[in-house]
Nanobody, 125 residues
């Protein structure tokens, strides 16, 4: 079992930055592919970014490319989402998710086995 705990959310003005962290329990963190999802009010959960177990492969959705960067520190069992040039439409609850790394990348929530509780990000205009 893997437990995930997000932190780093908050209120920021448009154009600002936030860095989300997701700390994982367990000894084999590098064997898990990780992702960030978000859910805006009234919308379904949306894939944001993916990173493979050893960090060699990443993928972002088009709306955050050039602004958001996913990374991980396997020695610290932590995955990050650096968010720059934030926009009001980035307002959402952000969740980290994990699954065993099988060499593929996944964008649907159903493909992930482990979830954090979420952290609120609010971007004011």
């Amino acid at each position: 079992q893997v437990q995930l705990v997000e932190s780093g959310g908050g209120l920021v003005q448009a154009g600002g930055s936030l860095r989300l962290s997701c700390a994982a329990s367990g000894r084999t963190f590098s064997s898990y592919a990780m992702a960030w999802f978000r859910r805006a009010p009234g919308k379904e959960r949306e894939f944001v970014a993916f990173i493979s177990g050893r960090g060699g492969n990443t993928y972002n959705i088009d709306s955050v490319k050039g602004r958001f960067t996913i990374s991980r520190d396997n020695a610290r069992n932590t995955v990050f989402l650096q968010m720059n040039s934030l926009k009001p439409e980035d307002t959402a609850v952000y969740y980290c998710a994990g699954r065993t790394d099988d060499g593929q990348w996944y964008i649907y929530p159903r493909n992930y086995d482990y979830w954090g509780q979420g952290t609120q990000v609010t971007v004011s205009s």
